[in-house]
């Protein structure tokens, strides 16, 4: 956080929002989370996904709330901590729950941690066992009324599975008041690869209808470069 990684594409990042993500390393402990705000008061933590609560790492996500209520419980309490502005979830899979009943998790979910609770869509996978993977779906989620992070490189693996860009449907997911994130990394379309972008994707020109009050945050990976074929 001291020194902020510049990308190709958007040159030097900010720290004024920083996610702490399930890669990260380290249980957020009170302690951790205490000496975190302490050495950078300026920036505005948030957490994302199942990020380590428990010394056991734990698949949570919006499908199987339920199932996980104690990590939710925990993860609340740590984001309160943290006094973060929002949090950011996965969806979760189709075996665990239906596109309604995990929109209404994310509504409890939202009284739990007494934030923002922004559902994350995915994209295709074999056997189709992921929520919110197809462009009816994203239009189902945009139009529920809930909150929601937009993830550009899920959405180009949706393109590419659906041989089609649904550019309108995603200028109106960015400019809405209701997208409170959105994430930028690059791949090839067939895998979540978490790489930076070095040159512009189609989705670029369309940051430009970014909702002001949403953050943008790159999700691509400065240590690890994914070889190319």
Known sequence: LAQPPIEPLFGQLSTEHVQLVPQSFGVLTNALVDSIRAAFPAVRFRLHANVRVLPKHRLADLANYGAHADWFQLASRVSQRLRAPAYSAHAGHRADASLTAMLDNARRCADLFQCP????????????????????????????????????????????????????????????????EVHVSDNDGLGDWHQVCEEPPWWMEHLQCVHPGAVIFSEGNHHRTRIKP
């Open 117 to 180: 609770v922004a559902v994350e869509g995915q994209y295709p996978t074999s056997g189709d066992s992921l929520l919110v993977s197809t462009w009816h779906e994203y239009r189902a989620l945009f139009e529920s009324g809930v909150p929601y992070a937009l993830d550009l490189s899920h959405l180009n693996i949706v393109a590419r599975h659906a041989r089609s860009r649904e550019h309108g449907l995603v200028r109106d997911m960015l400019a809405c008041e209701r997208c409170i």
